[in-house]
């Protein structure tokens, strides 16, 4: 209910306190004993909530569950979130949320869930999805652009990501054009955006975003034991997903708008500042499957890789999955 969720958001706000009966119930304008009865069913949903008489009520500990109580106390954010489906288990939060846009849902619609079925990777790839390991989360925006500048989203997410897990964890990570970001050179995130568009005009983007969060290296399956990580296997220790997503919405608002007010520019130099494949010989494995050798100089202004091969020929890579050369 709301009030439960308010309580819940002056509990996540004043952690380090007990907060009196009196003060909740002013605050939210309902009966202290309605108070206590919203305490005693966050208490059931498994909050551990300390009662001390004529001191109030001090939050100890939360659930590890994504509940759109959780993630709402604490969100910074003005837009982005103002709606939030969490559900248990979905085949794919992309899915859902394609859905949700084609009926009209509100920019800033997050969908969300604990374990994903068929998570969905780009070109008809799957993302592993285990439960309660990660964050699995799709985003609607719905931008007044034009199509051809949608793919500028997924370099926009992906920088927002980087500073978002970086303020939240401490941990300093990489983008992999276009949409991986890695630490020490291990795959931990995935990005795929998708749009939705009316001749050449976006009605919606669904941002997918898989992060792993707390997966266990015997988590992956045997093909990603080499190649994945996730942020606890890193870090060696378990972090809250609630505060990550938290700080992954802030971003995006942040930079979205920016975008909006001053264009693609910014974020690109953004962009390009996290980029490790710039400035190095790579293969660029396009979806056709030829493979253009060369030197990545940069990305333009649509976000497109430009490749230069050894003849000095610019290609411009649209979709590929890139490799660096040894060399
Ligand atoms: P991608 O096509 O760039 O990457 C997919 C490839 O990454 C897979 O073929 C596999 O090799 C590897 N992979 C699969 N799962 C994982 C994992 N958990 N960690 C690291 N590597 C993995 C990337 O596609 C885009 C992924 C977006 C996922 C989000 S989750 C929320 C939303 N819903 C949904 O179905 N997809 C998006």
């Given at each position: 209910s709301k009030t439960k969720n308010h309580i819940l958001k002056l509990l996540f706000e004043n952690r380090n306190d007990y907060l009196s009966g009196q003060k909740i119930s002013d605050e939210i304008g309902c009966s202290r004993t309605a108070v206590w009865k919203h305490i005693k069913e966050l208490e059931n949903e498994g909050y551990s909530i300390a009662s001390v008489h004529k001191r109030g009520y001090k939050l100890i500990d939360a659930p590890d569950q994504l509940s759109e109580a959780r993630i709402r106390a604490g969100l910074e954010t003005?837009?982005?979130?103002h709606r939030l489906v969490c559900k248990d288990?979905?085949?794919s939060t992309q899915k859902e949320a394609q859905h949700l846009a084609e009926d009209?849902?509100?920019?800033?619609t997050v969908v969300l869930a604990e374990?994903?079925?068929?998570g969905r990777g780009r070109l008809g790839r799957q993302w592993h999805s285990p439960k309660g390991a990660g964050i699995w989360m799709s985003l609607i925006i719905r931008p007044d652009?034009?199509?051809?500048?949608?793919?500028?989203f997924t370099l926009l997410t992906a920088a927002a990501v980087v500073k978002a897990v970086k303020r939240a964890t401490g941990l300093d990570c990489e983008i992999k054009w276009p949409n991986d970001i890695l630490y020490k050179g291990k795959k931990f995130v995935g990005i795929l955006t998708e749009c939705q568009a009316e001749a050449a005009d976006v009605k919606a983007i669904i941002i997918g975003i898989g992060i792993n969060v707390n997966?266990?290296?015997?988590?992956?399956?045997d093909e990603l034991k080499d190649i994945a990580t996730s942020l606890r296997i890193e870090a060696g220790k378990t972090f809250d997903r609630a505060e990550i997503i938290q700080a992954i919405l802030k971003e995006i608002e942040s930079l979205y708008k920016m975008y909006m007010d001053e264009g693609f520019h910014f974020i690109k130099l953004l962009w390009e500042s996290y980029?490790?494949?710039?400035g190095k010989k790579i293969y660029a494995r396009k979806t056709n499957g030829d493979v253009i050798y060369g030197l990545a100089q940069g990305i333009d202004d649509e976000g497109v890789l430009l490749l230069r091969d050894d003849d000095g020929h610019i290609h411009k890579i649209y979709s590929a999955d890139i490799e660096l050369s040894s060399q």
């Open positions: 003005e837009r982005l979130g288990e979905l085949p009209g849902a509100e920019e800033g374990e994903q079925t068929s652009i034009q199509i051809n500048k949608a793919p500028q997966t266990d290296i015997e988590d992956f399956p980029a490790i494949s710039l």
